[in-house]
């Protein structure tokens, strides 16, 4: 089928909520997907941060071969081998206590929420003052089902769905005043994300984190991370908020942690880890979903830890993500260049005009990159790029914001 046909189909059946490419995309390999004409593009977004290991990894796709022999589904009226193995994986990692599996990073933001909401009317509270209070930060993006949104501050995604769920509201970005001030005794929980991704790949700075740790824990509230797109390896950390805490030291971390993304390798997967001090509060019955924890996603999951282990991917995102920020830092001194930030494979050049054209004028030279917030040129490539493709990119890009 040609790019015209397919575009034809989905521009009279398919529900118009994406702005797509004229790209017809068909197959991948390592950094690189290729379309239908054979021209090849490096994609520096990954799949907007799912395709960590790349495209195509020989032993992803051996592992997932072996296991569509097997029940594709499972339901959670039964066990199957690999959740419980997936949820000790990640306690170990994060340094939390249990998990609970959904299918995207939306749910797993819902779920975050429920259970805060199930905590904060049981944990020592009588249900006359029970807490139900949700803060999350300005600039924030948790997703787009109705609790997920009420925690999301841009007004373009909020607004056509109003009235959103009650209780929400929003705190200055990196702000402890604004925080103190907010954070009163009916919050039960403060959700931040450790770097924000869509709001522009602004990290939240150690002084906030600790301040909303503290605080959160003398007031009686809770920590939820949204580490739906930081998590996971990305920065460098098996979670971002590592990079201020030891995972040993455990009244420091939060008491949530949303996770999804690459997760699954592709199959949809999200996860909330939580601390026992919540897990307890969640009786059977009250929260779950019908695909969430399948046999084939927490299968390809497995694989996905085990392949970062085995080939050191922290330590090559550590090493590769410092090399890609010295790069761009070199552009920092371009006059439409405000701001080069990031941390690990997750970076972004922030600039002082709109990044839209950038975007399609890389598209056009075979680099896949996109432009959040209006100006920011946000990079989230796969964990395997080498030195030489961002060089490549690099030299690409430079022309263009010269052009400017
Ligand atoms: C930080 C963050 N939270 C939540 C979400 C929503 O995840 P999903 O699109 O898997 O539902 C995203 C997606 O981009 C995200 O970046």
Known sequence: MQLTHVKELESKFVLGTYARYDVLIERGSGAVLIDRSGKRYLDLLAGIGVNALGYNHPQVKQ?????????????????HEYQGRLAEKLCTLSGLDRAFFCNSGT???????????????????????????????????????????????????????????????????????D?????????CAVLIETVQ????????????????????????????ADEIQCGLGRTGEWFAFHQFINKSEKELLPDLVASAKPLGLGIPLGAVLLK?????????????????????????????????????????????????????????????????RGRGLMLAVDLKVPGKEVVKQLLEKGFIINCTHETVLRFLPPF?????????????????????
């Open 63 to 79: 592992v997932l071969r072996k296991q569509i022999k097997r029940p594709l589904h499972i339901s959670n009226l039964f066990y």
């Open 107 to 177: 749910e797993a933001i819902e779920a975050s929420l429920k259970f805060s909401r199930a905590w904060g009317g049981r944990a020592g509270n009588t249900a006359a003052n029970r807490k139900f209070r949700i803060l999350a930060l300005e600039n924030s993006f948790h997703g787009r089902t109705f609790g997920a949104l009420s925690a999301t501050s841009t007004p373009k995604y909020r607004e056509p769905f109003e009235p959103l769920v009650p209780g929400f509201e929003f705190v200055k970005f990196n702000d402890i005043g």
């Open 179 to 187: 925080l103190k001030e907010k954070l009163t005794d009916d919050v």
């Open 197 to 224: 991704g869509e709001g522009g790949v602004r990290p939240i700075s150690e002084e906030f984190y600790r301040a909303a740790r503290t605080l959160t824990s003398e007031r009686g509230a809770l920590l939820i």
């Open 276 to 340: 026992e001090s919540v897990a307890s509060n969640i009786n059977a019955g009250e929260h779950g979903t019908t695909f969430g924890g399948g046999p084939l996603a927490c299968r390809a999951s497995l694989e996905y830890f085990k392949i970062i282990d085995e080939d050191d991917l922290l330590d090559y995102v550590r090493k590769t993500g410092a090399y890609f920020k010295s790069r761009l830092d070199e552009l920092a001194n371009l006059s439409v260049v405000k701001e080069v």
């Open 384 to 404: 395997v790029i080498t030195e030489k493709q961002i060089d490549k990119f690099v030299k690409a890009l430079r022309p263009i914001l010269e052009k400017l």
